[in-house]
């Protein structure tokens, strides 16, 4: 590989695209500039034809001066508006998005076997890049291989690398993802891509303001007739379609320059390193592996242009994505690579080899990152109102995620093993009850895998009892080692469920929400998906009043209060103009909440959210959330499909769902 | 002379003057740049001339057998250490960066020999002592051969960067020399010990 030459060729193209992004830059300003003039000459025709007394009617031409200026300046400033509002908010430091991936600083120091490598590989790409060396930091909950670069300058950058990355790489194919991550820093790649995005919110913007002024030609319709509403609704619609065009263009634009770096970046590592075969190793290690180098965070899709390989299943094919196909980025280093990722299938194991979810397909599909980022959004935005009494929530959240990552490490360890995992979920379902524990216990001994009932019986030696609101959490840890059970094994584990939560012959919200996270997330693979029957609110008014009872009686001591954390909810949703009425407790039996429920779920997605959004305000009406309040939160949110992450943060910055 | 020729030839005054700074400025950071990469090679060799005797020290435990390989480790090491002081304290005297040439590669065989019998001592491998040592000494090696290669890509920026045009035409006057490339005279001589477990 020529990698000097692939960098200047690299450089050279991605240079010719950031100057085609700036002729769209300036299309959209001749765009406005062609419209404007059209109607200003029709306006001149049409004055001169109707003049009195007559004049000749002469051809205005198409130069007009003051319309170009004002179109230039116009386009200009909301360019400017808007790239300096999303820098202000992109400013963030390097260390900022990094934790907000989840990651953990490694100390420089550190005498972890891994973590030791990692930071001298670090040194070894600053010395051969003379880039200073940046903070690492670690994420330890991504078992994906891959890395990232952040921060804007390069003294101030950090870089950020998957547990996954450590385990897996050997340690050349681990300096080839640095190396490329220094390249990143080097060549300045983050303020670029930065930049860019500035400019196309700038272009966005355009659109939002023309959608604007289209409504304000239709209110100001009726009124004085002064304010020409047809030329208004008319400047309003080519601003919409002129915003919209150039943000798809400039989105494109900007895609293939990303992609240019990630070549650049992939000839840099290769000069750093002088070893094409460790980076090459690294990507054919990540076309080898069935959840390629996906990141489960929900934050990784606003930084996926700064991971070493695609963080996302690309939605939209090839034109918008933000890495080159991972067979061409190999094909570039190494010439001779057939495409068979077959061979690369098996880690380089090193340390621990990671809990690879051999059977898990889709488990993070911008579906499922779009969902998370919506109910973010409804649980923040019914945060801020609770904000006015005292917001206990956001606390409990963030004390909930210091507890999970408080678990004792054999607990964890215990998660990532398909035998422990199963023995946790067992464990969360034994009975208080002495009689049922044991018959509990007896059906295990029969009907379980002699190894997780050993796993069990040492882990009930240790007297180690779960958080209560830690139980969901926890069985989500287990998620993916469950997912790799055969069939077999996972048709016996539910049918164990089963028995257990049925043992005390009733069946509680914890039992239900917890069979149903574990259907969906073992079973849904050859299930198919709830439809959706119910499109708005009013649809679902008889299932919403009986959910949102029982939860302001199970969360409210006395009917009184009860009734009034009932009411704040039923004032959230006062704009739906629902019939929701208030119902005893007799009324509300665990049957009917969970039919009630399993209704709500068939609804579509953005009512979900408005329900969740009402659930949250009707338990948090007292400003109290308990422990047990959130975990009653935690599992309708589940059963209702709409799983509230428990690391989101909330005091981060809102997810934009417009635009 | 008329006014606006006199503004014509502010202006392009002014400009040679800007141009003029970024040339400079683009310079002094390449030149910077190689220089430190070759400052890196010196704390480097020093950082393996420390990491040797931890690694002697752990491996005398197992290895009771192979005294004389030890010695023998730790004598090179000695050597080198001694032939890179004479060296800095001379760098203009090309025997003395001879005779550290000739104490590297000989304190390289011996460790490559220490290497290759350790294969015989499991327990040793296991070792987690070792284990960090080992990654310490490979790392060392891997900076070594890094900051020797750094030092000639950034030679190279630096040289194209000077004698590129317009460059060219004030690099000389604005006191930029040509930089010289690290040439190793003997490619065995030199090359850094594999360490590999």
């Known amino acids: ?659 | 002379m008329n006014i606006p020729g006199t503004w014509i030839v502010v202006g392009v005054l002014a400009a040679l003057a800007f141009l003029l700074i970024g040339i400079y400025n683009k310079l002094v950071a390449l030149r910077n740049r190689f220089k430190n990469a070759f400052a890196q090679i010196d704390v480097q060799l020093k950082r393996r001339y420390d990491l040797i005797p931890n690694l002697v020290e752990v491996a005398k435990g197992y290895m009771k057998h192979e005294r004389e390989t030890l010695e023998a480790v730790i004598n090179a090491r000695n050597a080198a250490v001694n032939a890179a002081s004479a060296a800095a304290a001379h760098p203009e005297d090309g025997e003395a960066i001879k005779k550290l040439a000739g104490a590297e590669s000989a304190l390289g065989g011996t460790l490559g020999r220490l290497f290759a019998l350790s294969e015989a001592y499991p327990d040793l491998k296991a070792n987690q002592n070792m284990m960090q040592l080992t990654e310490e000494l490979t790392t060392t090696e891997n900076r070594i051969s890094f900051a020797r290669q750094s030092y000639n890509d950034s030679v190279m920026q630096y040289n194209i960067a000077r004698e590129t045009f317009p460059a060219v035409v004030f690099a000389g006057m604005l006191g930029f020399r040509a930089a010289e490339l690290l040439q190793i005279e003997n490619p065995q001589e030199r090359e850094a010990v594999k360490v590999s477990f």
Request: one cysteine or more; a negative charge; proline letters at 5%.
């Open chain 1, 1 to 659: 590989m020529d990698f000097f030459g692939s960098q200047e060729q690299a450089r050279k193209k991605s240079a010719q695209l950031v100057g085609l992004f700036a002729l769209a830059v300036l299309g959209i300003v001749a765009g406005v500039y062609g419209v404007l003039a059209t109607g200003y000459r029709e306006l001149l025709i049409h004055e001169m034809q109707t003049a009195y007394p007559p004049v000749r009617v002469v051809d205005p031409g198409w130069w007009f001066a003051d319309l170009f200026v004002g179109s230039l300046l116009g386009v200009g400033v909301l360019v400017l508006l808007g790239s300096g509002f999303k820098m202000l908010s992109l400013r963030a430091g390097g260390a900022a998005i990094a934790e907000s991936l989840g990651g953990v600083r490694i100390d420089p120091m550190t005498r972890d076997p891994g973590q030791r490598r990692l930071m001298n590989v670090v040194e070894e790409m600053a010395i051969a890049s003379g880039v200073p060396v940046p903070d690492v930091y670690l994420m330890a909950h991504e078992h994906q291989i891959n890395a990232f670069a952040a921060g804007f300058r390069a003294d101030h950058a950090v870089i950020g690398v998957t547990q996954g990355t450590l385990d897996q790489l050997s340690r050349e194919e681990l300096q080839g993802v640095i190396a490329h991550e220094f390249s990143h820093i080097l060549n300045g790649d983050m303020r670029l891509n930065m930049r860019l995005v500035g400019v196309l919110f700038g272009i966005l913007l355009i659109y939002i303001i023309g959608r604007v002024v289209i409504r304000m030609a239709f209110a100001g319709g009726g009124g004085g007739r002064k304010n020409h509403p047809v030329p208004l609704m008319a400047l309003g619609a080519v601003m919409i379609v002129l915003g919209y065009i150039g943000f798809l263009v400039g989105q494109m634009i900007k895609m293939a320059i990303s992609r240019q770096r990630e070549y650049l970046a992939d000839a840099a590592a290769v000069q750093f390193t002088r070893n094409p075969e460790g980076l090459a190793g690294a990507l054919k290690r990540i076309g080898g592996a069935s959840m390629r180098s996906y990141i489960a965070n929900p934050n990784a899709e606003e930084a996926s242009h700064m991971f070493f390989s695609s963080s996302a299943k690309a939605s939209f094919g090839s034109l918008l994505s933000t890495h080159p196909p991972l067979g061409e980025r190999i094909r570039r280093i190494d010439p001779g690579f057939d495409g068979d990722y077959s061979r690369f299938q098996a880690p380089a194991a090193r340390v621990a080899p990671p809990p690879v979810p051999a059977t898990a397909k889709k488990e993070e599909n911008k579906g499922e990152q779009w969902m998370r980022r919506a109910i973010l959004t409804s649980v923040l935005a019914t945060d801020r109102i609770m904000e006015s009494v005292g917001d206990p929530a956001r606390e409990h959240v963030a004390a909930a995620r210091t507890m999970l990552e408080g678990l004792p490490d054999t607990i964890r360890e215990m998660a990532r093993d398909p035998m422990g995992a199963r023995a946790l979920v067992y464990a969360v379902l034994l009975d208080d009850a002495a009689e049922v524990k044991e018959v509990q216990i007896s059906r295990l001994v029969e009907h379980a895998d002699p190894g997780v009932v050993q796993s069990l019986r040492a882990l009930l030696g240790t007297g180690w009892k779960p958080d209560l609101q830690l139980r969901l959490p926890m069985v989500d840890l287990c998620m993916p080692a469950l997912r790799s059970l055969s069939d077999e094994q996972r048709g016996r584990f539910m049918g164990n469920v089963e028995v257990l939560i049925h043992a005390d012959n009733q069946v509680d919200l914890f039992e239900f929400a917890l069979q149903a996270v574990l259907q969906r997330g073992l079973e849904a693979d050859g299930q198919p998906p709830v439809v959706t029957m119910v499109y708005n609110l009013k649809g679902v008014e008889q299932e919403l009043s009986v959910v949102l009872s029982k939860l302001a009686q199970a969360g409210h001591g006395d009917e009184a209060e009860g009734k009034k954390a009932f009411g704040k909810a039923v004032d959230l949703l006062a704009d739906a103009d629902l019939g929701l009425s208030w119902r005893e407790g007799s009324e509300v039996s665990m049957d009917a909440f969970r039919e009630a429920l399993s209704g709500l779920a068939a609804s579509a997605m953005k009512v979900r959210k408005q329900v969740l959004a009402a659930c949250l305000t009707c338990l948090s009406a007292d400003g109290v959330a308990t422990a047990k309040e959130v975990e009653i939160f935690r599992c309708v949110a589940a059963v209702i499909d709409c799983p509230v992450p428990l690391w989101m943060q909330s005091g981060e910055e809102l997810p934009q769902l417009e635009a």
